[in-house]
């Protein structure tokens, strides 16, 4: 098949590689905004390069993969939607949950596939996380924990764009948990606080927050991210039921030092960069998508399921702000 590739930043760049060393996939054709980055693309995959989307989808491609900024991503999903072309784009869906819903419509009933990136689906050990939920193995669940710690903060103006910690990096632990729990929701309360870079503190977010979610069958679960942890790139799941306890991430790369006796795990050199903790489930994502375009799966990852990790983050914003439990239902519209 023959894959388009909107935006060949860091991730688009990436997700070149990966694609250009699928069975499936033939031929790319690349483009972006900044010409010397598709040109550079270009050459280094073998790959077309076209002077716009349009041209893109003019130039019969099978599906699409988008990695350009997050403002520019409703407009290329509807494009190629419109064009009636499979289309694969990295979270978020929009800017705002508001651009988000409006894309939802649009591309609702259409019958063109549309997958959102939300790499921790394709991950093994989440994999197995969830499998050993479905399979009653630890029996009925009380308590989750999730975290996601950053060895250092992105740039300023990645931030000052971001829409702020809870949309950025938690909306990562707020769908993996919908995902592996297979529940929804309901309640949260935040707490949040400034105790690195100033920038983050200007651009009025927060570096360091922690969430209490309450699930629609009463499970617990505890949510905490970082923008700054010294040790590396800390990502970690851990589900506790009445039979069994498990995590994912417990791998002799767990950026954390023990101070027990004797205790020499983990033993590897600790997980620095969100790529190479999540490398090889970039690629069984992109792999995936090849399947969403040759029909034999539909999407796993949909634009209503990443807009259900997004009211999540909505509420917990709204917490933060207003120091209290917000209930989904109070921030979610249709």
Not at 60 to 67: L, R
Not at 109 to 116: A, E, L, S
Not at 160 to 189: L, P, Q
Not at 192 to 207: C, L, P, T, V, W
Request: proline fraction near 5%.
């Amino acid at each position: 098949m023959r894959i388009g590739i909107l935006g060949l930043g860091r991730i688009g760049a990436f997700h070149a590689e990966t694609l250009s060393a699928l069975d499936a996939v033939q031929s790319l054709v690349v483009a972006d905004p900044f010409a010397q980055a598709a040109k550079a693309a270009g050459e280094r995959f073998g790959a077309e390069v076209a002077d716009s989307p349009e041209e893109m989808l003019a130039a019969g491609v099978d599906g699409v993969v988008v990695a350009a900024a997050t403002d520019a991503h409703p407009a290329l999903i509807l494009a190629a939607v419109d064009a009636g072309v499979p289309v694969f784009c990295e979270k978020p869906v929009a800017r705002t949950m508001r651009e988000g819903i409006e894309v939802m419509k649009a591309v609702r009933g259409r019958g063109v596939p549309v997958q959102i990136g939300f790499n921790r689906r394709f991950d093994a050990g989440f994999v197995a996380a969830r499998a050993a939920v479905r399979s009653g193995e630890l029996g009925r669940l009380h308590t989750v924990r999730s975290t996601t710690l950053d060895p250092a903060p992105p740039p300023a103006a990645y931030v000052a764009a971001s829409g702020g910690i809870f949309r950025d990096c938690s909306v990562h632990d707020f769908d993996i948990i919908r995902w592996v729990t297979g529940r929804e929701v309901t309640e949260v309360y935040a707490v949040g606080g400034n105790r690195g870079a100033d920038f983050i503190r200007e651009a009025g977010d927060a570096d360091t927050t922690g969430a209490v979610l309450t699930l629609d069958d009463g499970t617990i679960a505890l949510v905490s991210n970082s923008r700054h942890n010294g040790r590396g790139y800390d990502v970690r799941l851990e589900l506790h039921g009445f039979s069994d306890s498990i995590a994912v991430g417990l791998d002799d790369k767990l950026p954390l030092r023990s101070v027990e006796p004797g205790v020499r795990f983990p033993a590897g050199v600790p997980h620095d960069f969100f790529m190479d903790r999540f490398g090889d489930a970039y690629r069984a994502e992109l792999a995936a998508f090849t399947e969403v375009v040759a029909g034999t799966r539909p999407s796993p990852c949909t634009v209503a399921d990443a807009l259900e990790a997004g009211w999540v983050a909505e509420a917990c914003a709204l917490s933060l702000r207003e120091h209290r439990p917000v209930r989904i239902d109070e921030v979610r519209a249709t």
